[in-house]
């Protein structure tokens, strides 16, 4: 909420929720973040499992443009050592990574940010 006692994080998983990202932004106070679900994207947009797609990295930037336009936070939901340093520089600032995946990507990702 608007006084930050509570996170609240929406989900992108179409292109239909990221054309309304900019009204829902507008309209609706106390988002904290904005969080792409690239699978449930990429499966529509016809590239299942295909993150790097330029196609779906075209309606990802979407969001980060949109999200940064209205000062929102974005996130992106599959961190790991191999994409971090691309993730970081797209301008992404909510890092989620499987647990599997999780130690080498944070330990770049805070010598990229120069916190290691």
Not at 93 to 115: C, D, H, T
């Amino acid at each position: 909420n608007p006084k930050g006692e509570v996170f609240v994080i929406l989900m992108m998983e179409d292109t239909r929720g990221i054309e309304a990202l900019p009204v829902i932004l507008q309209k609706v106070p106390g988002i904290g973040a904005i969080l792409i679900g690239e699978g449930d994207l990429s499966q529509e947009l016809g590239y299942p499992r295909q993150y790097e797609h330029p196609e779906v990295l075209k309606w990802m930037a979407r969001v980060v443009e949109t999200c940064k336009r209205h000062n929102v936070v974005v996130g992106h939901p599959h961190v790991d050592a191999n994409n971090v340093e691309r993730i970081l520089g797209e301008g992404y600032r909510f890092l989620m990574a499987a647990p599997v995946r999780s130690y080498a990507a944070l330990e770049k990702g805070l010598k990229l940010a120069g916190r290691s």
